[in-house]
């Protein structure tokens, strides 16, 4: 007969939201249109399956730009191609709109008026009236009052308060102060290239990716985010790929101070680090949340590449016991530094070593202990969480056999192995590799949640499986001690199927 595996195909589903990230003129990600399903394929074991969640996730939302007149709140002509900030070149003069008012109402005008009125940084909407000290002046977008005539709505408001719908003429000076992010660097860059990349917010450090057609204006690009973002007081721009090893990439201080040395918040905890000699990664907060949200208080958590502690800290503020280890010194250095501050210290157990060594060492040692101790009143889960996405999955192999002679337990740990994909298939992708370097079948409780976009044609998934007991003991597992395969429980909490024999 036919075996085969119920394999989701599965996307992404962008939702545009407003961030603090710096935005991008133009998307240039790509998402399928349609989500395929039920992909077959011969010579597996029936009723297993591997099933793929979804998670949601970011992209930075296009700039709209005004229909009526855009280059109405333009900076000047003679800013682009600009390199060195200038912002006395940034002034310019437009008509707007104005109502003369009485001082005495205009505290009651305004909010009726609130769409109409003029809305630009560094404005204010009303001002002194020159020729009439009991006077005031309210500016108007001349957007919403075209060719400077009141509509109908506008005119009711008016003449509730008994004031003349007439509209005069103003002569308002923009400044740099005057005009937005995207509108200075839209004008200074490129005409037709694209204005933006996005940007992460890392502390009191906003973090660029530059395009190569950016480059020349880079220090303007840093200055420039600084003086519209409050809290921003240094820019970088990454400069090299990440380093496999330990986790870091070279940057270069666009704008501000040189000190990378940061304080971060994230689902509730706060860790401290120096952005230059360590990862850190805000887009991946939710993914974070997640896992620890599977984690229940007495499970063991085993973190091979910890970082600075995004996954063992809040594990271990979940009164969990937590093993976690980083090769990078810096990232272990930090990550002591970030159990203290988080007074977590008595419960996580660090370690700086190979990821490899890590496994061979304290956690064979602690499984094979772990797994026995086990009682019907205590049944911990034990969780291994592997987040080096390009190398993680060839650190599997290190389960083979990894409790050979032992004393077999009750329970199986689950491993949460993350992987960057290139394939049309992410999911089948990064399962069909694992299962390589395991040297052995997941078809039970394999699991595929898709974490995020990195690039276009690149994923970052998470595979979860719990180890198959004849990959750690090295010998088949006996068929009345197969353990039941149960449904993972996820923030999104979704029903499985399974398929008939």
């Known amino acids: 007969p036919l075996l085969w595996i119920n394999l989701w195909r599965f996307g992404f589903s962008a939702r545009l939201l407003k961030t603090n990230h710096f935005r991008t003129a133009a998307s240039n990600t790509s998402f399928p249109a349609v989500w395929m399903l039920l992909a077959q394929y011969p010579g597996r074991i029936p009723g297993s399956f591997a099933k793929v969640q979804r998670n949601s996730f970011f992209t930075m939302p296009e700039t709209v730009e005004d229909k009526a007149d855009p280059e109405l709140y333009s900076p000047p002509p003679r800013v682009r191609g600009m390199t060195q900030l200038d912002r006395e070149a940034f002034k310019r003069t437009i ?3 104005v109502l003369k008012v009485q001082k005495e109402i205009i505290g009651s005008l305004l909010k009726p008026l609130k769409h109409t009125l003029l809305q630009r940084p560094g404005l204010k909407r009303v001002i002194e009236d020159p020729d009439d000290e ?10 919403k009052i075209p060719e ?4 109908g709505s506008e005119q009711e408001v008016l003449k509730q308060f008994n004031i003349p719908p007439v ?4 002569d308002l000076e923009l400044t740099y102060e005057s005009f937005k992010l995207e509108e200075i660097l839209r004008a200074v860059l490129p005409e037709g290239q694209e204005v933006t990349s996005g940007f992460s917010r890392v502390g009191h450090i906003a973090h660029l990716n530059l395009r190569d057609h950016q480059l020349p204006y880079r220090y303007l690009i840093g200055q420039v985010i600084i003086d519209k973002n409050p809290g921003v007081t240094s820019v970088v721009n990454k400069t090299s790929i990440i380093d496999s090893t330990y986790r870091n990439f070279e940057m270069e201080v666009l704008a501000g101070e040189s000190n990378l040395v940061t304080k971060v918040k994230e689902n509730n905890t706060t860790y401290e680090l120096d952005f230059s000699k360590v990862y850190w ?9 997640r896992i620890v949200e599977l984690l229940k208080p007495g499970d ?4 091979v590449f910890a970082g600075v502690g995004p996954f063992a800290i809040p594990a271990a503020k979940k009164k969990c016991r937590v093993f976690a280890n980083d090769l990078n010194p810096e990232s272990y250095t930090w990550l002591l530094h970030n159990c203290k501050l988080n007074k977590v210290g008595d419960k996580i157990k660090a370690f700086n070593m190979d990821g490899r060594d890590f496994l061979l060492g304290p956690v064979r040692e602690e499984l094979s202990k772990g797994l026995l101790l086990q009682t019907e009143e205590q049944k911990p889960s034990f969780h291994i ?7 993680a999955l060839e650190f599997l192999a ?15 740990p689950t491993v949460h192995c993350y992987a960057f994909s290139k394939h049309p298939e992410p999911a089948l992708d990064v399962w069909q590799r694992a299962e390589a370097s395991l040297g052995a079948s997941l078809r039970a409780c394999c699991s595929v949640h898709a974490v995020r976009n990195v690039a276009p044609n690149k994923e970052m998934m998470c595979l979860s499986f719990q180890l198959p007991a004849d990959v750690l003991y090295g010998r088949p597992c006996p068929a009345e001690e197969k353990p039941a395969c149960k449904r993972q429980r996820t923030s999104k909490d979704s029903s499985e199927e399974t398929l008939p024999s």
């Open 134 to 143: 009991n006077s005031r002046l309210v500016m108007l977008d001349p957007h």
């Open 95 to 97: 008509v707007v709109p």
């Open 281 to 289: 990664n805000p887009r991946l907060s939710t993914e974070h949340g």
């Open 398 to 412: 290190a389960f083979r056999h990894l409790l050979a002679g032992a004393a077999r337990g009750a329970a199986l």
């Open 300 to 303: 063991v958590l085993f973190d």
């Open 385 to 391: 969480v592997m987040n080096l996405p390009a190398l």
């Open 167 to 170: 509209v005069s003429k103003y």
């Open 148 to 151: 400077f005539s009141l509509g």
